[in-house]
């Protein structure tokens, strides 16, 4: 079983930054992805950006350069750098760990992220 611990959500006012960690222990599978989606009210989940165990990054197109996506395979960590952050970035952001093949795949609780005007 793996577990996976978010933190670094909080309120910010439009333009600023924050950054979220998220921490995997357990039963760990060298190759695999991890990354962050969010969900916000009324819509689906969606991807923000995933990292692959050998460094492959891949954002979604409405980051733009604002958030970066990193991991740290030794201490089974992704983090998001948010930059210059918009009100519609408001949302829960939930960390996930998976596997290619579908094998395995977790999610975390969620941490929830609200940019004010």
């Known amino acids: 079983q793996v577990q996976l611990v978010e933190s670094g959500g909080g309120l910010v006012q439009a333009g600023g930054s924050l950054r979220l960690s998220c921490a995997a222990s357990g039963s760990i599978f060298y190759t695999n992805h991890m990354g962050w989606y969010r969900q916000a009210p009324g819509n689906k989940r969606e991807l923000v950006a995933v990292?692959?165990?050998?460094?492959?990054?891949e954002h979604a197109d409405f980051v733009m350069g604002r958030f970066t996506a990193s991991r740290d395979n030794a201490k089974n960590t992704v983090s998001l750098q948010m930059n210059s952050l918009k009100p519609e970035d408001t949302a829960t952001y939930y960390c996930r760990l998976h596997s290619s093949t579908g094998a395995y795949d977790y999610w975390g609780q969620g941490t929830q992220v609200t940019v004010s005007s």
């Open positions: 990292v692959s165990s050998g460094g492959i990054i």
